[in-house]
T-cell receptor, first 113, second 113 residues
């Protein structure tokens, strides 16, 4: 079965720096990969989606890369702010129809002043 | 406001007492899903629906039922709840196709004693 690995240890960075979070997966590549933000006690919020044939996607301070050779996606937040502190989840869509998503356990990001 | 509404937010019940968690979306989305979130296990899909009267099992469907009689509603039914169903539950919806992420509800924290 597919396994998704996100660093379970919290990532602590200083305000203004770039945060980079990693999502690794096993076996075959998904058709799509999505990133979500989750605050404590709240539902995940969709951030970005990247397709198998795309290498990079950007949205404001966010950037996602997708390397099917390494079986890895990187999620970058540039000029990070304390308000970016949250848990970030990657989700893989193997169905190609977005009907079934498999989520990683997430990485907690803490941005300090 | 576009949203997914779950009720109740919190529920404490006893083993074996049937319960229903409601989920409604006002975005005319075709896809809807139920997830449970447990510490260390992340979000796991229980059931999903791609349209009215079209539902299918996710990764952890045992002990749950769903129905999709109307496009906007997707209730989760626990016929005979057990303590191992104590969890945080999320409903989510998405426009069909391959370009959209999911909109999640605020969650239902269920405790079965």
């Amino acid at each position: 079965s597919q396994k998704i690995e996100q660093n379970s240890e919290a990532l602590n960075i200083q305000e203004g720096k770039t945060a980079t979070l990693t999502c690794n997966y096993t076996n075959y590549s998904p058709a799509y990969l999505q990133w979500y933000r989750q605050d404590p006690g709240r539902g995940p919020v969709f951030l970005l989606l990247i397709r198998e044939n795309e290498k990079e996607k950007r949205k404001e301070r966010l950037k996602v890369t997708f390397d099917t050779t390494l079986k890895q996606s990187l999620f970058h937040i540039t000029a990070s702010q304390p308000a970016d502190s949250a848990t970030y989840l990657c989700a893989l869509d193997y169905s190609g129809t977005a009907s079934k998503l498999t989520f990683g356990t997430g990485t907690r990001l803490q941005v300090t002043l | 406001e576009a949203q997914v509404t779950q009720n109740p937010r919190y529920l404490i019940t006893v083993t074996g007492k049937k319960l229903t968690v409601t989920c409604s979306q006002n975005m005319n989305h075709e896809y809807m899903s139920w997830y449970r979130q447990d510490p260390g296990l992340g979000l796991r899909q229980i059931y999903y629906s791609m349209n009215v009267e079209v539902t299918d099992k996710g990764d952890v469907p045992e002990g749950y039922k769903v129905s999709r009689k109307e496009k906007r509603n997707f209730p989760l039914i626990l016929e005979s709840p057990s303590p191992n169903q104590t969890s945080l539950y999320f409903c989510a919806s998405s426009l069909s196709g391959q370009n959209y992420g999911y909109t999640f509800g605020s969650g239902t924290r269920l405790t079965v004693v």
